[in-house]
């Protein structure tokens, strides 16, 4: 195991298991547990993967999953989903707005996020989405969702993969083939959605620029009001997550729904000849199974995943859309619409090139990086490189950081956030700065005051340190929506 913390020298590179050590980027005043140490060092002596895995800052154990958080992995041939989260392309996305923080005040915060909690309710008498709308959601991803609700076309184009996980000459039987219609009628229902737990939506304001030049050209400036939420692909995603592998992570009543249709949609799938193979890949309880990828189940457990990811990316611009109508219900029709400044997912598989080589990387609340170095020369970040998106939590500020040439060196990979970390180093400031915190029934549920950024600023520096992404601006928080549960 080698530590790389803000005093970092050059990463090795990943990409062969002659690496043989751990690469474990962290912070010197935020040591990495050492369970989570051990799960890695383990993982590294399975033989399952194809280089030796890399933690990130913010590395952590969260209840049941298989691997630890902030972690990335690549195999050679194989989909091992226990090492990524059961919730395809559950991601981050930021939004410009054309106001400021003097626009904000009390009673505008209160009725744009009145408007919202309606809109964003998890709570509904019907679907949004009928499922052969959601069949279309998850067969064309972002697009759908940007002709659905009358979204800027330019909007692709800050989106990772454009907003769609399918490669273009997909097969879409085989798709709707690997998702149980069953799924299709949940996708209806939750579409449209933040979620419950950690996700959220929260204003912010700039409040610092650390990086004038790209900030500029992101069309950023101090005192500009953003929005940055973080969704997945709701219940849709998170069945097939369990239905192509057995997941540790889940609730009796979870477990009973997943079975009613997990068992007789792999009893049915495919030929009967095969079932034995689908029971041992899916269905047994192994705790990280790898599939042959290039196997007829290898094939189908990618286009689920691709195809919840899809939802996901869909899902969070019917977010944007409706942070738009809460605006113009708030600041009338006139107000200019928010600007997607990026969305990217933060768990999920997929096929790249690590130096030279195909391999199959596996992130776990881990972001893919691409500085300008690897962005395709159409890209309106083509000569930045891409946003990183750092959330700390609702009580310290966050960071938007753009991409550097260090990733390569951590199979192309950043934190998707420091909220443990901001949370073990932040101070209570006991200045009267805090934060509105809204609910999906109780309107303004409290104030809640705010920490210092040690931990956040130690993630940051790290991250700088070694080149994997530098500050672009501090994000402070103003208000946010959080559900419960």
């Known amino acids: 195991m080698e530590m790389f913390n803000?005093?970092?020298?050059?990463?090795?590179?990943?990409?062969?298991?002659?690496?043989?050590?751990?690469?474990?980027?962290?912070?010197?005043?935020?040591?990495?547990?050492?369970?989570?140490?051990?799960?890695?060092?383990?993982?590294?002596?399975?033989?399952?993967?194809?280089?030796?895995?890399?933690?990130?800052?913010?590395?952590?154990?969260?209840?049941?999953?298989?691997?630890?958080?902030?972690?990335?992995t690549a195999t050679r041939d194989t989909l091992i989903l226990g090492l990524t989260s059961p919730s395809p392309n559950c991601g981050m996305s930021l939004a410009r707005m054309s106001l400021c923080a003097d626009d904000a005040d009390d009673a505008a915060l209160d009725a744009l996020f009145s408007e919202l909690?309606?809109?964003?309710?998890?709570?509904?008498?019907?679907p949004v989405l009928s499922p052969d709308q959601t069949a279309d959601v998850v067969l064309r991803?972002?697009?759908?969702?940007?002709?659905?609700?009358?979204?800027?076309?330019?909007?692709?184009?800050?989106?990772?993969?454009?907003?769609?996980?399918?490669?273009?000459?997909?097969?879409?039987?085989?798709?709707?083939?690997?998702?149980?219609?069953?799924?299709?009628?949940?996708?209806?229902?939750?579409?449209?959605?933040?979620?419950?737990?950690?996700?959220?939506?929260?204003?912010?304001?700039?409040?610092?620029?650390?990086?004038?030049?790209?900030?500029?050209?992101?069309?950023?400036?101090?005192?500009?009001?953003?929005?940055?939420?973080?969704?997945?692909?709701?219940?849709?995603?998170?069945?097939?997550?369990?239905?192509?592998?057995?997941?540790?992570?889940?609730?009796?009543?979870?477990?009973?729904?997943?079975?009613?249709?997990?068992?007789?949609?792999?009893?049915?799938?495919?030929p009967p000849s095969r079932i034995p193979q689908r029971i041992n890949y899916h269905i047994a309880p192994h705790r990280l199974m790898p599939i042959p990828a290039d196997s007829e189940e290898g094939r189908r457990t990618l286009l689920a995943l691709q195809a919840a990811g899809n939802y996901a990316y869909a899902n969070r611009l019917a977010v944007l859309a409706a942070l738009r109508d809460a605006m113009r219900s708030v600041w009338g029709n006139n107000i200019a619409p928010p600007a997607l400044l990026w969305d990217a997912p933060h768990n999920g598989i997929r096929r790249e090139i690590i130096d030279d080589r195909k391999l199959w990387v596996h992130r776990h609340n881990a972001v893919r990086v691409e500085p300008p170095s690897q962005t395709p020369p159409h890209s309106p970040f083509a000569q930045t490189g891409q946003p990183v998106l750092l959330p700390g939590t609702e009580r310290t500020s966050s960071y938007l950081c753009?991409?550097?040439?260090?990733?390569?060196?951590?199979?192309?990979?950043?934190?998707?956030?420091?909220?443990?970390?901001?949370?073990?180093?932040?101070?209570?400031?006991?200045?009267?700065?805090?934060?509105?915190?809204?609910?999906?029934?109780?309107?303004?549920t409290e104030m809640v005051p705010h920490l210092s950024d040690d931990g956040v600023d130690a993630v940051a520096q790290v991250l700088r340190a070694c080149d994997i992404a530098r500050p672009v601006a501090r994000l402070r928080p103003l208000s946010v929506l959080k559900g419960q549960g």
């Open 141 to 270: 991803g972002a697009e759908a969702a940007v002709e659905r609700y009358d979204l800027a076309s330019s909007t692709l184009d800050y989106m990772d993969q454009r907003g769609n996980a399918l490669p273009s000459d997909v097969d879409a039987q085989a798709v709707l083939r690997a998702v149980p219609r069953a799924l299709l009628e949940i996708g209806g229902w939750k579409f449209a959605q933040v979620g419950r737990g950690n996700h959220f939506l929260e204003l912010q304001v700039v409040d610092e620029i650390h990086d004038g030049t790209v900030a500029r050209a992101w069309g950023l400036a101090e005192g500009q009001l953003v929005v940055m939420y973080h969704a997945d692909s709701g219940l849709l995603g998170a069945f097939v997550g369990r239905l192509y592998a057995h997941r540790r992570k889940n609730t009796w009543r979870g477990r009973l729904y997943e079975w009613r249709i997990k068992l007789p949609f792999q009893l049915r799938v495919g």
């Open 402 to 444: 753009v991409a550097g040439d260090g990733a390569a060196n951590t199979l192309h990979s950043a934190d998707h956030g420091a909220g443990r970390s901001a949370l073990r180093l932040g101070r209570p400031l006991n200045n009267g700065a805090a934060t509105r915190l809204y609910t999906y029934r109780n309107a303004l």
């Open 117 to 126: 909690a309606r809109r964003l309710s998890p709570e509904r008498r019907a």
């Open 6 to 72: 803000e005093r970092c020298r050059p990463l090795p590179r990943r990409c062969s298991m002659a690496d043989r050590v751990v690469a474990v980027v962290a912070h010197s005043d935020l040591p990495p547990d050492p369970q989570s140490l051990q799960m890695l060092e383990r993982l590294n002596r399975s033989g399952l993967l194809a280089c030796p895995p890399v933690a990130l800052p913010d590395l952590h154990i969260k209840p049941a999953l298989e691997t630890p958080s902030s972690t990335a």
